[in-house]
């Protein structure tokens, strides 16, 4: 018969967990009591302190909605998000570089032809971006689907506006010929606060941190017998490169915005992305099995 | 210009935080960060585990109402609760030790007369409770407050029932004598499940752990001088004394219940608690000077 001490806390609690419960479940959480166990320990926690983390932890989660992510954004402005996406895709020399997902993806944008017009409010500084889908040794990828979406020049989401912005604002996919190349019309991006007005930008206000990010456009980047990309390019000289709020920045993904003297556009940006070879071959799909029956 | 990697990214983290913030949170935010990391560093965390993580601790919050309060269950199970206790209540030898405050506690019981029966449904075994409340040296403390409160023999208390339970049913307070003894009628208290129907439940079947408490009386005993005591009793002989499911148990605090064999009570539990004198004397309040004034 084993009780509670704050000597033995840790082993009294693992111990409890069944040895028939899922390894990795017991693994994880094993670290997880170990880490947390140690973390009151080492600060000597107050009942005060323990009762403002439940009473955060609370309101984190009671903020939450089908709009809006709060315990995400926790994980972001800790470090954690971009920590778990390094973590996972360790790319190989000469990989375009990673960054997180964020909340603000949509599956299903528009396919469009090369060279269309993404921003559809007509807002900001029209941009021509540009730029190559590459394997490792350089090699152009046929088919790899170019699937980009950026805030509009007022620094939103068209899902965070859906009754001032068109749908599909910003966002769209293009596929490559066999020349790898993508091209579309979009803005100059914009940098733009994370949602600020709950528990975690308090918690930024009391660390004496801004909630900006630094203006960047989203892609993720998908092609047959590659790993998924899911990156960012950055615009260079943003006042918030050196500190954006989530930590997403990598020297590889800040990317050259060339003003352009003559024409309606304004800006040219061009970059190449670089995939990494999936590891094994995908198996056939349920859904091909399917159509040649 | 110092960007986020892998390797350093506790310190690109906390390198963040404002120097001009309050020292105990950058102190307690830097643990927090660098056990945060470290844990997911070292069981290589997964994206699906973290997007797991992150609907768990949504989950938590969502389910928290004035009624209920799962993130306190949470540290809880996790002896995270025990442990913030432990560290804050660190007793001499021969005090009587402290365990979880609970989430069942009503200031502002009924003041009552020593001997009163506080159970007032009608419920359960009948027991009477006694003992004295000491200082360190053995000497009775008179006017120190013993506030009780348990479940009933359904296992529930009165606030999670408002509609079937009397009101204060199995609470009260009394004020000891210059003998420093208390005394009154109650029931021995029966085990009972944590609510265990929302996320800390599914964690706990997914540990391979109940969700029981080994039958328990709580108590809050204040007195002028002497350091607050929250503890409870536990019933010996209790099926679930080794596997409290928030660990509460310590092996001073089980009582022995002695069965009477004549009578209409049924039970009788005797137990002294012993107080530890208060570090410094407490400055005169505001309210007395007002009464002087």
């Known amino acids: 018969m084993k009780y509670f001490t704050e000597k033995d806390s840790v082993e009294t609690v693992l111990a409890r967990t069944s040895v028939a419960a899922d390894e990795r479940l017991q693994e994880v959480t094993a670290a997880l ?14 009942e005060a302190e323990w009762g403002a983390a439940v009473s955060f932890l609370t309101k984190t989660g009671q903020i939450c909605s089908d ?14 998000s971009m920590l778990v996406d390094a973590i996972n895709h360790r790319r190989p020399a000469g990989a375009t570089e990673s960054t997180v997902f964020g909340p603000f993806h949509v599956a299903g944008a528009p396919v469009r032809s090369m060279g269309d017009d993404i921003c ?3 807002k900001g500084e029209s941009c021509r971006f540009t730029g190559r889908v ?5 090699t152009p990828i046929e088919g790899a689907c170019v699937d980009v979406w950026s805030d509009n020049a007022d620094g939103f989401y068209d899902v965070q506006q859906p009754n001032v912005q068109p749908k ?4 769209g996919r293009f596929i490559t010929g066999p020349d790898g ?3 579309f019309l979009g803005i100059k991006p914009t940098s733009y606060p994370i949602p600020d007005d709950g528990p975690v930008g308090q918690l930024l206000t009391q660390l004496g941190r801004h909630p900006y990010r630094p203006a960047h456009v989203h892609f993720l980047i998908t092609a047959s017998g590659h790993e998924r990309l899911v990156t960012h390019t950055f615009a260079e000289e943003d006042q918030y490169l050196a500190s954006d709020a989530v930590f997403g920045v990598k020297e ?3 990317a050259s915005y060339e003003r352009l003297e003559a024409g309606a556009t304004q800006w040219h940006c061009e970059f190449d992305f670089v995939l990494t070879p999936s590891n094994a071959v995908p198996p056939l799909s349920t859904s091909s099995t399917h159509i040649r029956g």
């Open 181 to 183: 190349r993508y091209e």
């Open 252 to 254: 590889s993904l800040v």
């Open 120 to 122: 559809l409010d007509g």
């Open 33 to 46: 009591v170990r880490h947390l166990h140690a973390f009151a320990k080492e600060v000597s926690l107050t």
């Open 134 to 138: 590459l394997n490792l040794d350089g």
């Open 67 to 80: 709009e809006r992510q709060e315990f995400i954004l926790l994980s972001d402005v800790l470090g954690l």
């Open 168 to 171: 599909w604002n910003n966002r």
